[in-house]
């Protein structure tokens, strides 16, 4: 939707061609109208416009002044001139300083539409397709390390669906892997900072490592840094020869390449940047699908080093490997991220995914341990508890579920039934938000028409609307009409043709009063809508209908 400003010091001449603007739905233009250059300025300042048809010839500010203000606050706006005759020298100087058209005030209604209606057009073509996208690929282009990372967040926590997607995300984010190949990884944490360094000190530091290991890596490996938080880094690698096939003498010869070369980045760092840094390689390239479990490897085996000094480089060997496969501490690692990923799910609050989620954690107990079981169980409950209480969600659960029994394992005959009752808790929520969702629909449809019915008398606009609803005006008018089918224009319309019915045959007020008391600002304008209507002026309805 547009917003039109319609500037000129005759008040009739504003309220006419306000009028008649109006009548042309079609645009659905949100029309202003000022009485002077400094009423148009105050409207200006208030809010954006996209058109502004101006008088030229007004006093303390001729409308070629105030076009030059115009363009210092709103750039794209498009402006059109009306002049008298002694006026067509200034009309030609304001086509020089790029108006959109100018009108003379005695050519009538159909040159005054006609002129909107290009700026109209104007305006949609200056949208093009291509301008848009060059735009979108340069944000993009910005955006793409933030974006990689959280894709590799995704994948290094085990999201199902990041991994269904790589292929296509490895194109899209221009990661420079191959997806078809298996990564080899290596874990980097910075084992200490000093105390007079800053946040954004640190971060440069941290940009800083990774530039010298691409640096000293990059002849022989593609590589992609991963930043999981402010202390630990971790590097996914592939043989810069990577094709479709990769032999296992290959990976070999890389595997040997990377781990020496940790010698030489991390004098680097020490030398150039004074920063002790650690790294564990690991001994084997694995598929995507298990580099999450083979990362938490590698930072246990950083973590184990602690004891013998800071600087270390070590290299995950086969008894390390097979460890991890039979570790049931590493179990609970991935219980744990799993666990972590259903609470991610909650507070994106797609009800769908959370039951999905919940679904594949319950599969993955099955097997384990009690212990472990048993943790899981109370994580998983307390997890959904704390959003139904934070989302307010505890009434409506209490009255379908012992929520006291949830937290009481004992008390389920089998780990089945209590699993269906934590899965029924999962369904809840997601039933309860999506009726929450549909209320809070429902609340906005009544509240916009509630203010609508108590202000037909003023002017009513998209802008005030969206003001009291605390919604942007375009974001309320494409809610608005995908929620109730109509657009905003047409509610008010249909309010005010249904009071002024109402006033005609319940009262005795005159036509020119019930125009104000729903909201038009002249009954000229008043009995061409009501006309369009019902096919009679309103007399003539008042009289069909009293009888």
């Given at each position: 939707m547009y917003r039109l400003l319609i500037v000129d010091d005759e008040p009739f001449i504003v309220s006419g061609l306000v009028g008649t603007v109006k009548e042309e739905e079609a645009?659905?233009?949100?029309?202003?109208?000022?009485?002077?250059?400094?009423?148009?300025?105050?409207?200006?300042?208030r809010y954006k416009f996209d058109i502004v048809m101006t008088d030229i010839n007004m006093p303390e500010m001729d409308g070629l002044q105030l076009h030059q203000e115009i363009v210092k606050r709103w750039p794209h706006c498009k402006?059109?001139?009306?002049?008298?005759?002694?006026d067509f020298g200034y009309?030609?100087?304001?086509?020089?300083?790029?108006?959109?058209d100018y009108v003379l005030k005695t050519d009538g209604?159909?040159?005054?539409?006609?002129?909107i209606g290009k700026a109209v057009a104007q305006l949609e073509q200056s949208i093009e397709a291509e301008k848009m996208m060059k735009q979108a690929k340069e944000q993009l282009r910005l955006a793409l390390?933030?974006?990689?990372?959280?894709?590799?967040a995704q994948l290094m926590r085990g999201e199902v669906r990041a991994l269904r997607l790589l292929e296509r995300q490895c194109a899209e984010l221009q990661l420079p892997l191959q997806p078809q190949q298996k990564v080899l990884l290596v874990a980097g944490r910075i084992d200490g900072w000093q105390e007079e360094?800053?946040?954004?000190?640190r971060v440069l530091l941290v940009y800083a490592v990774q530039n010298i290991f691409s640096e000293w890596l990059s002849a022989r490996m593609k590589l992609i840094a991963y930043l999981p938080d402010g202390s630990r880094l971790a590097w996914l690698l592939q043989p810069a020869c990577a094709g479709s096939f990769v032999s296992e003498e290959t990976w070999t010869s890389s595997i040997r390449f990377v781990s020496q070369m940790l010698e030489q980045v991390q004098t680097t760092c020490r030398e150039l940047l004074k920063l002790p840094v650690s790294f564990a390689v690991a001994g084997d390239a694995v598929l995507w699908s298990e580099a999450p479990n083979k990362l938490d490897r590698l930072y246990r085996l950083l973590n184990r080093s602690f004891g013998t000094g800071t600087e270390v480089i070590l290299r995950e060997s086969v008894s390390d490997r097979d460890e991890m496969r039979n570790d049931e501490a590493w179990e609970l690692i991935s219980l744990r991220r799993r666990i972590a990923m259903l609470e991610e799910r909650l507070n994106q609050g797609d009800g769908e995914s959370v039951v999905q989620e919940l679904d594949g954690l319950i599969e993955e107990l099955t097997d384990m341990p009690d212990a472990f079981r048993v943790t899981a169980y109370y994580s998983i409950v307390t997890a959904l508890t704390v959003y139904a209480m934070r989302e307010q969600y505890i009434d409506g659960l209490a009255g379908q579920l012992d929520l006291n029994k949830l937290y009481r394992l004992e008390a389920y005959g089998s780990w089945i039934a209590a699993m269906r009752d934590v899965r029924l808790l999962a369904e809840l929520i997601r039933e309860i938000k999506a009726q929450d969702k549909q209320q809070n629909e429902h609340e906005l449809i009544r509240k916009v028409r509630v203010y609508i019915d108590e202000h037909?008398?003023?002017?009513?606009?998209?802008?005030?609307?969206?003001?009291?609803?605390?919604f942007s005006p375009s974001y309320l008018s494409r809610v608005y009409k995908q929620l109730s089918g109509k657009s905003l224009a047409e509610t008010i319309m249909e309010a005010r043709l249904l009071k002024a019915r109402q006033l005609l045959l319940e009262t005795d007020m005159k036509v020119q009063d019930i125009t104000s008391a729903v909201g038009f600002e002249s009954a000229a304008y008043f009995i061409r809508f009501f006309r369009k209507y019902t096919n009679m002026t309103p007399m003539e309805y008042r009289e069909a209908h009293r009888t």
């Open positions: 645009w659905g233009l949100e029309v202003h109208g000022a009485e002077s250059a400094k009423e148009a300025l105050e409207k200006l300042e402006v059109i001139f009306l002049t008298g005759y002694n009309a030609i100087e304001a086509l020089r300083h790029q108006a959109v209604d159909e040159a005054f539409l006609s002129a390390p933030a974006l990689q990372q959280q894709y590799l360094l800053s946040l954004s000190d037909l008398d003023s002017s009513l606009s998209v802008t005030s609307i969206g003001d009291y609803v605390a």
